[in-house]
């Protein structure tokens, strides 16, 4: 049985299908403090948050049975990736599930501060009609700026066109195509600050975001400028803003996010009467907070139960058409890491990694990660996954070389792992054989047809007659029963490779006895497991 551990308010209707699970026990406790969740996480599989949980290296380490933390939300900035990615743990987000939402917060917010809505409600209410304070501006013709041209931003930007504001966005992942399509001018962060009216921003805090508008940047702006955050906290300088609004450069500012949350109660925002907030509500609707924690309950879902999934976070994304191409080697790729680390004696220097045929022509980044993880596992046992087996591999100083090439030497894909130690070179190739599933078909400089599952035996011996009888009788002697048998050789009478498929674990004083066998070099088992 998985258990799931929800320490954040997640819609229930969202997580219905993680509940219904019949090999998934949900528990939902939310509100912890870090040390809390360090005494309880070591019994979960897989930890659902949204931003409240801070996911500390602290608690993963604590998580010795964690393979999955869940974000149904986008920003991951409150769990640490880097701990994770080490620790192999798979962080997936629920990135389209709360976009519309966040985009309808953010306009509602640049609605309010062009017409003082919050500001008016508080006096009315008061019982105070004042008509003359609040004298607003319209939308309608006023440049906006959108610094980040991702989900949100983008939709934001259509939904100002409606309105008749004039766009320009910046985003460095921005075509001019895009920007066409989207009907808006794409220009630099400085025509942004220089020329807007509103300034909306949706990006991540990143080390290059962070004060991304800052006191340089309110120096050059229109006087009167409108700005709103429905981001991330410290995308804008909050000191700075305070001091743009106070000496008139900035007219209104619309907050939903904090440099840290919730702010103190004498954050200089909370008694500023141009400042608007709202504590963090940007994903706050019945339908965003279904839709994310529905896309993240499937991902786990797949990922306890080992089926492929989407949206990791600590891994590279793959489009889909180049996935369709790829995963169906994945499982052969990892045989391939699995079987030559087992052939090969010493300390790991280099992985060489060479694809032909057609997946030469594709991204095969994350194939390389299962083979890497082949190879690993067999000393790092389940330390290892594809999320952390590039780190491992790093982190050991073992150089990874993917090379690629067109010919594969008649066979629609090949894929060959070479495994370079300080004492050996070995080498593996595979396939799929359509129909016939998985095949090894060259081990070394002998080429063979073998699938790689249960025990293998692998026999180096030399091309003589009666080389397979005596190998044949002195397995059946141990009663260990051969399912299929292949030879190969290069040339007739020098060194050959037999490579038998036996039902059982061939035991170590069963090797023993090949070796010593006349006219056979070597005797070696590979398992897999
Ligand atoms: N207030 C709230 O409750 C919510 C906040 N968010 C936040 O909104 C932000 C945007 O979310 P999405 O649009 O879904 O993400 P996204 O990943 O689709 O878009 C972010 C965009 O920012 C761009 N970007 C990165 N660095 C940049 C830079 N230096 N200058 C300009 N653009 C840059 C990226 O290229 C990307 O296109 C994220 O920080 C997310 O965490 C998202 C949902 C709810
Ligand atoms: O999805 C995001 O990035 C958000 O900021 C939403 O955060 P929340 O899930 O509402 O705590």
């Not at 949980?53 to 990736?81: F, H, Q, S």
């Not at 008016?120 to 939308?139: C, H, M, N, P, Q």
């Not at 306890?304 to 793959?318: C, E, S, T, W, Y």
């Not at 038998?500 to 088992?525: F, G, H, M, Y």
Request: aromatic share 4%.
């Amino acid at each position: 049985m998985f258990k799931v551990l929800v320490s954040d308010p997640i819609s229930d209707f969202g997580i219905q299908q993680l509940m219904d699970a019949p090999d998934i026990q949900v528990d939902k406790n939310t509100g912890l403090s870090e040390d809390e969740l360090v005494a309880i996480i070591g019994q979960y599989d897989a930890l659902l948050v949204r931003s409240q949980t801070k996911v500390t290296p602290r608690i993963m380490e604590a998580g010795t049975k964690l393979r999955v933390i869940g974000r149904a939300g986008v920003g991951v900035d409150n769990i640490d990736l880097q701990a994770a990615t080490q620790r192999g743990i798979i962080v997936i987000n629920a990135p389209d599930g709360n976009t519309i939402t966040t985009c309808e917060h953010a306009f509602a917010m640049m609605m309010a501060i062009a017409r003082h809505i919050p500001q008016a409600y508080e006096k009315t209410i008061k019982g105070i009609w004042d008509r003359k304070s609040f004298l607003g501006v319209e939308l309608r013709n006023k440049t906006l700026g959108v610094l980040g041209m991702g989900r949100i931003g983008s939709e934001v930007a259509k939904r100002a066109k409606a309105f008749g504001m004039n766009i320009i966005g910046y985003d460095p992942f921005m075509t001019d195509e895009r920007a066409d399509k989207l009907g808006i001018k794409l220009g630099s962060v400085d025509d942004i600050i220089r020329q807007a009216d509103f300034i909306t921003v949706h990006t991540p805090l990143t080390p290059e975001t962070k004060h991304m508008i800052a006191r340089p940047q309110f120096e050059v702006m229109k006087p009167g400028m409108r700005i709103i955050n429905c981001a991330r906290g410290g995308v804008i300088d909050e000191l700075a803003l305070v001091e743009a609004i106070d000496r008139g450069i900035v007219a209104g500012a619309a907050f939903d996010v904090f440099e840290v949350e919730p702010p103190a109660p004498d954050h200089p925002f909370l008694s500023n009467p141009n400042i608007i907030v709202t504590p963090h509500l940007g994903a706050s609707t019945v339908e965003a907070q279904e839709n994310v924690a529905i896309d993240v309950s499937e991902q786990v879902i797949c990922i306890l139960r080992d089926q492929p999934f989407k949206n990791a976070v600590n891994m590279p994304p793959v489009p889909a058409d180049v996935l369709n191409k790829i995963q169906p080697y994945f499982e052969l790729g990892e045989k391939l890491g699995i079987f030559v680390s087992q052939l090969s004696k010493g300390p790991v220097v280099e992985i060489i990694v060479n694809y032909s045929g057609e997946l030469a022509e594709v991204d095969t980044q994350p194939l390389t990660r299962y083979i890497v993880k082949g190879v690993l596992q067999q000393h790092l046992g389940s330390n290892v996954n594809v999320v952390n087996s590039m780190h491992l591999a790093k982190v050991r100083d073992i150089n990874i070389l993917v090379q690629k090439s067109n010919v594969a030497k008649g066979f629609t894909n090949l894929i060959t792992v070479t495994l370079r130690t300080n004492e050996d070179e070995r080498l593996v190739a595979g396939t799929l054989l359509n129909g016939y599933g998985e095949r090894i078909v060259q081990i070394d400089k002998y080429p063979v047809d073998v699938a790689p599952e249960g025990h293998l035996l692998l026999v180096k011996h030399n091309d003589k007659p009666g080389m397979i009888g005596s190998v044949g009788t002195l397995l059946g002697n141990n009663d260990i029963n051969i399912a299929t048998m292949q030879v190969g050789r290069k040339i007739v009478g020098g060194s050959a490779i037999m490579v038998l498929s036996v039902d059982r674990a061939v035991p170590k004083e069963v090797i023993e006895q090949l070796k010593t066998t006349p006219q056979i070099n070597k005797a070696k088992e590979i398992v897999f497991q």
